[in-house]
């Protein structure tokens, strides 16, 4: 069977998950055929949980299309959002997901969201029968990590007009695409004053 004939055989879904491990590596067939066979794809309606606090994070989701949320609610009922996700993006509870314990976190849809997960034991399959992925997801986790650390000295040294530029930087195609409820979650300020800030940004453009 040609190359060709062959690559006819891989589901057109599983292309944007192929093309995004590509530009990190280039995989050979029989690779693409492990990522085809171990990663499936599952629609979330929005709204619908991925995770829910107390779960164990089971499955690492890549975002075809849609928009992912990972977010905690505190004692008093407030919701303080960690990170969003939307095409070509990485979205799971890493701790949960490594260490298998219960999630802290909840991560649900807010739109309607086309993800390809791996679980945990195929993800240590992948790396043992293809062990580029080991290094590509290793590359994976020190990008959350710097992202992370990243977020938390904004959140100690930046004003909230600074972590929204960073905002409009890091998520500019989302920026339309959220309600600022979501927004303002996310930069630790009210509505309110996320309006201002817009109508202040506003009139200097």
């Known amino acids: 069977m040609s190359t060709m004939e062959d690559n006819k055989n ?9 093309d995004y491990f590509q530009k990190m590596i280039p995989l050979n067939l029989e690779e693409k055929q492990l990522v085809t066979d171990l990663f499936k794809p599952r629609l979330y309606r929005k709204r619908q949980y991925v995770l829910q606090e107390g ?25 303080h959002i960690l990170q ?6 990485w979205l799971s509870n890493i701790g949960s997901f490594h260490e298998r314990q219960p999630s802290e976190l909840n991560i649900d849809a807010l739109e309607d969201t086309m993800v ?3 679980s945990h034991a195929n993800l240590l399959l992948l790396y043992t ?3 580029k992925f080991d290094r590509i997801f290793r590359v994976l986790m020190e990008n959350s990590f710097v992202s992370l650390q990243k977020r938390l000295l904004q ?30 979650s996310f930069l630790g300020i009210t509505p309110e004053f996320l309006s201002r800030l817009r109508n202040k940004q506003a009139k200097k453009s």
């Open 10 to 18: 891989i589901p057109s879904q599983i292309a944007p998950l192929l």
């Open 55 to 79: 779960d164990v994070c089971n499955q690492f989701n890549f975002i075809v299309r849609g928009c992912l949320r990972m977010y905690k609610v505190d004692a008093k009922g407030n919701t």
């Open 84 to 89: 969003f996700a939307a095409e070509n993006w």
């Open 116 to 118: 390809l997960q791996i």
């Open 129 to 131: 029968k293809a062990p």
């Open 155 to 184: 959140n100690i040294s930046s004003t909230a007009e600074e972590r929204y530029l960073a905002f409009q930087d890091n998520y500019a195609h989302l920026t339309n695409r959220l309600p600022q409820t979501q927004i303002a």
